[in-house]
């Protein structure tokens, strides 16, 4: 992988030498599900669940789609619930869907969120029991923490440096 220095974020490709899912290639910020099997990315045919360490395709989170150009990433963030149930991706803008896989080659759309900050979501990362997602959006400037059952924000932060693109949760 390359990434780039500022950010971290992956800017290669991977070739997986499989073209049956859009080229066999991926773009943006690959997430390794928590027991470290199972691969989401995102190619031409959306956000794909792949086994790790092979081109073996498990599945496709339905209603994603591919990115709109060669070198566009659709997706800035994607992550796995601490039990690997469920994924969640930012849904290309300010929206965040989360699907239930607990069968990956049938993952299922449960809920759709809309953080409270109108901006692009940045990053998106599960808390450690699973229940609340924190969401970075508004291009940096504002963090808040979800319920991802229900989808209700509970609480919301101002960042003082919009040029956050990226955190961690412990």
Same mark, same amino acid.
């Not at 099997?37 to 956000?47: C, K, P, Q, T, Y």
């Not at 081109?55 to 039990?83: E, F, M, N």
């Given at each position: 992988?390359?990434?780039?220095? @500022?950010?971290? *974020? @992956?800017?290669?490709?991977?070739? =997986?030498?499989?073209?049956?899912?859009?080229?066999?290639?991926?773009?943006?910020?690959?997430?390794?599900?928590?027991?470290?099997?199972?691969? !989401?990315?995102?190619?031409?045919? &959306? @956000?794909?669940?792949?086994?790790?360490?092979?081109?073996?395709?498990?599945?496709?989170?339905? &209603?994603? #789609?591919?990115?709109?150009?060669?070198?566009?990433?659709?997706?800035?963030?994607?992550? +796995?619930?601490? =039990?690997?149930?469920?994924?969640?991706?930012?849904?290309?803008?300010?929206?965040?869907? %989360? +699907?239930? =896989?607990?069968?990956?080659?049938?993952? %299922? !759309? %449960? *809920?759709?969120? #809309?953080?409270?900050? =109108?901006?692009? @979501?940045?990053?998106?990362?599960?808390?450690?029991?699973? *229940?609340? !997602?924190?969401?970075?959006?508004?291009?940096?400037?504002?963090?808040? *923490?979800?319920?991802?059952?229900?989808?209700?924000? !509970? +609480?919301?932060?101002?960042?003082?440096?919009?040029?956050?693109?990226?955190?961690? %949760?412990?």
């Amino acid at each position: 992988f390359r990434s780039d220095p @500022v950010t971290g *974020r @992956v800017t290669a490709r991977l070739d =997986t030498g499989d073209d049956q899912y859009g080229g066999g290639t991926f773009e943006g910020t690959p997430a390794p599900s928590p027991d470290g099997r199972l691969i !989401l990315h995102e190619n031409a045919s &959306g @956000v794909l669940i792949e086994r790790a360490g092979s081109d073996q395709h498990i599945g496709v989170l339905p &209603g994603t #789609k591919g990115p709109t150009s060669h070198d566009a990433s659709y997706y800035s963030a994607l992550a +796995w619930s601490p =039990t690997g149930s469920f994924a969640a991706a930012d849904a290309g803008g300010s929206t965040v869907d %989360v +699907w239930n =896989t607990t069968d990956p080659q049938r993952p %299922v !759309l %449960v *809920r759709q969120i #809309k953080p409270p900050d =109108t901006g692009l @979501v940045e990053d998106l990362r599960f808390t450690a029991d699973g *229940r609340d !997602l924190i969401v970075l959006s508004g291009s940096g400037s504002t963090l808040s *923490r979800i319920s991802a059952s229900s989808g209700e924000p !509970l +609480w919301t932060r101002s960042i003082a440096n919009p040029s956050l693109r990226q955190f961690a %949760v412990s």
